[in-house]
């Protein structure tokens, strides 16, 4: 081989390497590129799950207070269904004891009817008998 044909096969080998060296180049810029955006995406994504973290934290407050005042109201409710048992049992107590009352003013009105009806009755006889006595001793005087 000449030293022209070296020089040839150099510059071609060289002319190779040249490409192979642009083209790793131009790869590299492509890989940066999207690096790059790869990296603002990341950023994107880690800042709505930062949100995201926000708002679960948010709801999570929500949560607990809801879940705290459902326990209060709970616990009322409870009592006043206790308080209200124990009302509807004495309301029941007193209805029995007015049943009881309203059956003996009941037992003892009809008591009272009975006897004042006879009293009436003799009354009513007596009355008779003293017109009776009055309409047979009636004398004009002279």
Known sequence: MTNAQRLDYVEDELETVKRLLVSTASYAESANR???????????????????????????????????HTQ??????????????????????????????FEEQKSQFQEFQLTTGAALERIDRVLDYLLRQQGGN?????
């Open 72 to 101: 209060r109201l709970f616990t009322k409710t409870g009592s006043e269904i206790e308080e209200t048992k124990a009302r509807t049992e004495q309301l029941e107590a007193l209805m029995l004891k007015l049943d009881r009352s």
């Open 34 to 68: 999207r690096l790059d955006e790869l990296t603002i995406k990341q950023d994107r994504t880690q800042s709505n799950l930062d949100q995201i973290g926000v708002r679960v934290d948010q709801l999570s407050d929500k949560i607990d207070s809801f879940v705290t």
């Open 138 to 142: 009636q004398n004009p005087p002279s």
